[in-house]
Structure formats: C-alpha cells, structure tokens
C-alpha cells in the first residue's frame, strides 16, 4: 500500500485524527486516497486542496532523487485528480478503486503544472486554458473531437467567464473593504495569503500581471488616467494579437504530438488495462519516442503556449473584474474613489513578491524548464513501470485483454 509520509512532510491524519474531525456519515470502501492525503472521508474540498498542494510542493523539487519520492509525488496527484473532482470523488466514494479503474490520469507534473496555474483562483479564477486541457486529457479526445465539440465549449467557456469575473470582482471588494473602511491592518490577511502562494509555480509572473492590471484600472478611476488608460489599450490590443497566434501554435503542437488517443499514452494512464498504456505499433509522433533534445524541445514549446495563454486571460479577467469595481452603479463616487485607492494599494503590495518585468521573464523561462525536466522524468518513468507490469501479466490474461 502506497505511503506518502517523509521525514519532510507532515505525518497523515490518524485514523482517531479523522473521526474525531470528521466523523463518516457513509460507509467508504476505500480511504486510500484520503489517506495520501491525509485528510478525514468528510474533508471538504478547500481542506483537501489545502493538503494537496501542500504534500505536492514538498516531494515536487525531489522527483529524481529516487524512486519513492516520485512514486509519492505520483500517488499525492493522483489523490487530487480524484478527490478534487466531485464526480470521480462521488465514483469512489461508492465503488472504492473499482469505480476510479477507468479514470485516465494525468503525468504528475503536467497535473500540478495545470493546478499551480489556478492556485491564484481567487484573484484570477480558474485560466479557460486549464479547464479546457483538463477536459482534453482526461477524457482522452483527439484534436477531431475536441475540435467538433468547440462550439458547445465555447459557450460554456463564455457563460463560465462571467461567472468568474464576477467572483473576482467580489472576492477583490472582500479583500478591499477594511482598507475602504480604514482598518490600519487590513494589509496583514493579503500579506499572509501572498506569502501561501509565493513559491509556486509561475507565481513571480501570475503576481507580475495582477499588479500592473490593477495598478492601470486603479489610475483610470484616478486623477491622471489618461497616460494608463491608454497603457491599457495598448496592451489589451497587443496581448490579443500574440493570443490569436500562440493559440495556433498550441493546437498546430498537440495536434502532431498529441492528437489521437494512442498519442495521449505519453503522458496519460488508467488502471482498466495495463496493455492500453504500453503503444508499440502506433506510428504516429508520440512524445515518449523522441530523442531527449526533440522531447525537451516540444515540451517546453507546450508549456511554455500554455503559461502565456493563461497569463493573458489572468489579465482579461484581471481587468475585467477590477472595472467591474470601480464601475459600480450602487454605489457613491466617493466609495467607488476609495475602492480604486484601495486596488492601487493592493498593486503595490504585489509588486513586492513580483519583482518586476525582468524578474518576471527570468522567473518564466525557469519555471518552464524546471516543469519540462519533470514531466519527462515522469513520462520516462512511468512507461517504465507500464512496460514491466505489462510484461508480467499471465499469459492468459494478457491474450484476453488483447482478444477484447
């Protein structure tokens, strides 16, 4: 039975811990999973976020100093892809691991690279770019089939857009409201929720977005708005056409390496059937064939496509949600002075932990090749376990599952 419990991480929560904090109202047949995580079968999902994210930040820098330790980082991730998603988590709350054997899973790395990138939600939301390639991975689409179901997407990307910006937009007034108030401390709360999300991943040029946005739409409702409200401009108009082209080059990408299920065996897998995993006669250009350089190389254009989409749509929705702020009908222009003092402020303190433009290039560029480096030990590692579980299932059983 997989543990996930290093001399560097937090022991799971004891089977007394569990009970006495959350008592089950059902009977589970299988708590493996919340005991990776070390969280009670009632936890609720910030609490398991919460975990995840702590348990996957500590084995992350370790993946490659031994097998454990990555097998660890794997299993943590697998936990959250299950109980971070309330239909799997309801599959396996009632059937245990024989209601999750079909659920494709995703390289770990690729996984926490997507969720690093939505760790700013309450600023940001969750990027249109992270929902859409989880539904692309996890259901295993082609490009055709993603292609096909555009339209129904894009609708429901559009309606949940809304939703989002509004959220932020409340979340922003929360957060804001004691400084609007003149509460002298109404800085430690954001201090203390920066320093949690410093350390991630692409944290240095998520916060470098946030505060120029809201440092920008804060001085158009200012005195002097005209130098940033044409700032603004210029980079909304800029950022949409660099958008419309790394979006191309996105789809071009995974469409070659990526744009058929046998292709997704690169860097997903299920438990259902061992062999569906292990793809020797598929002739397509599947990633885990190519050369370190080439593999590298590609990779690295992925991220690097995925990272710049959502940094923009972090600013469309930045955007957005602050004019929704500062444009707000129900209030008086007296409150509404107040509340862009407040969004400049709140830029400020962001910058501290941005660093500016220069820092925020350096900080990308090594978060993308740190992230690539671990996919592919994670790609090379685990074809590696496939290939040997495939090679040791019985004879009878391996002839049936290809008869199947």
Same mark, same amino acid.
């Given at each position: 039975?997989?543990?996930?419990?290093?001399?560097?991480?937090?022991?799971?929560?004891?089977?007394?811990?569990?009970?006495?904090?959350?008592?089950?109202?059902?009977?589970?047949?299988?708590?493996?999973?919340?005991?990776?995580?070390?969280?009670?079968?009632?936890?609720?999902?910030?609490?398991?976020?919460?975990?995840?994210?702590?348990?996957?930040?500590?084995?992350?820098?370790?993946?490659?100093?031994?097998?454990?330790?990555?097998?660890?980082?794997?299993?943590?991730?697998?936990?959250?892809?299950?109980?971070?998603?309330?239909?799997?988590?309801?599959?396996?709350?009632?059937?245990?691991?024989?209601?999750?054997?079909?659920?494709?899973?995703?390289?770990?790395?690729?996984?926490?690279?997507?969720?690093?990138?939505?760790?700013?939600?309450?600023?940001?939301?969750?990027?249109?770019?992270?929902?859409?390639?989880?539904?692309?991975?996890?259901?295993?689409?082609?490009?055709?089939?993603?292609?096909?179901?555009?339209?129904?997407?894009?609708?429901?990307?559009?309606?949940?857009?809304?939703?989002?910006?509004?959220?932020?937009?409340?979340?922003?007034?929360?957060?804001?409201?004691?400084?609007?108030?003149?509460?002298?401390?109404?800085?430690?709360?954001?201090?203390?929720?920066?320093?949690?999300?410093?350390?991630?991943?692409?944290?240095?040029?998520?916060?470098?977005?946030?505060?120029?946005?809201?440092?920008? $739409?804060?001085?158009?409702? *200012? !005195? @002097?708005?005209?130098? /940033?409200? #044409? +700032? =603004?401009?210029?980079?909304?108009?800029?950022?949409?056409?660099?958008?419309?082209?790394?979006?191309?080059?996105?789809?071009?990408?995974?469409?070659?390496?990526?744009?058929?299920?046998?292709?997704?065996?690169?860097?997903?897998?299920?438990?259902?059937?061992?062999?569906?995993?292990?793809?020797?006669?598929?002739?397509?250009?599947?990633?885990?064939?190519?050369?370190?350089?080439?593999?590298?190389?590609?990779?690295?254009?992925?991220?690097?496509?995925?990272?710049?989409?959502?940094?923009?749509?972090?600013?469309?929705?930045?955007?957005?949600?602050?004019?929704?702020?500062?444009?707000?009908?129900? $209030?008086?222009?007296?409150? *509404? !002075? @107040?509340?862009?003092? /407040?969004? #400049? +402020? =709140?830029?400020?303190?962001?910058?501290?932990?941005?660093?500016?433009?220069?820092?925020?290039?350096?900080?990308?560029?090594?978060?993308?090749?740190?992230?690539?480096?671990?996919?592919?030990?994670?790609?090379?590692?685990?074809?590696?376990?496939?290939?040997?579980?495939?090679?040791?299932?019985?004879?009878?059983?391996?002839?049936?599952?290809?008869?199947?």
């Amino acid at each position: 039975e997989p543990t996930v419990a290093e001399e560097h991480v937090e022991e799971p929560a004891s089977d007394v811990q569990q009970t006495s904090e959350a008592a089950p109202t059902i009977e589970i047949p299988d708590t493996l999973y919340y005991d990776i995580l070390g969280v009670g079968v009632n936890a609720d999902m910030n609490e398991i976020t919460e975990r995840y994210f702590k348990l996957a930040e500590n084995y992350y820098p370790y993946q490659r100093s031994g097998s454990t330790v990555f097998h660890n980082f794997r299993k943590v991730n697998e936990a959250y892809q299950v109980l971070g998603d309330i239909d799997k988590k309801r599959w396996y709350n009632k059937y245990g691991y024989d209601g999750i054997k079909q659920v494709n899973f995703m390289n770990p790395s690729i996984f926490y690279l997507l969720s690093s990138l939505e760790k700013f939600k309450d600023f940001t939301g969750t990027p249109q770019i992270v929902t859409l390639l989880r539904f692309f991975f996890e259901k295993r689409l082609s490009m055709n089939d993603l292609e096909n179901k555009s339209e129904h997407l894009l609708k429901f990307m559009e309606q949940y857009q809304k939703e989002r910006e509004a959220h932020v937009s409340e979340y922003l007034l929360n957060i804001l409201q004691p400084c609007i108030a003149g509460d002298s401390k109404w800085n430690v709360p954001i201090i203390t929720k920066l320093e949690g999300l410093k350390g991630s991943r692409f944290d240095i040029p998520i916060l470098e977005s946030l505060r120029w946005i809201f440092k920008h $739409v804060a001085k158009t409702h *200012l !005195k @002097k708005s005209s130098k /940033s409200a #044409k +700032k =603004l401009q210029q980079r909304t108009q800029a950022n949409k056409q660099e958008l419309a082209n790394i979006n191309n080059n996105l789809m071009s990408t995974l469409k070659e390496y990526l744009g058929s299920s046998e292709q997704m065996n690169s860097i997903t897998y299920n438990f259902e059937n061992i062999n569906s995993n292990v793809d020797n006669g598929n002739q397509s250009k599947n990633i885990s064939d190519l050369s370190y350089t080439d593999q590298k190389e590609i990779l690295e254009k992925i991220v690097s496509y995925i990272v710049d989409i959502s940094l923009y749509d972090i600013e469309n929705t930045a955007l957005n949600a602050a004019e929704q702020l500062l444009s707000d009908n129900s $209030v008086d222009e007296k409150t *509404l !002075k @107040k509340r862009a003092q /407040s969004l #400049k +402020k =709140l830029s400020s303190i962001m910058e501290r932990y941005a660093g500016g433009k220069r820092n925020d290039k350096k900080a990308k560029k090594y978060d993308t090749q740190d992230v690539v480096g671990y996919i592919m030990h994670g790609i090379s590692t685990i074809n590696k376990e496939m290939k040997n579980q495939n090679e040791n299932v019985p004879e009878h059983v391996q002839h049936n599952a290809e008869a199947n």
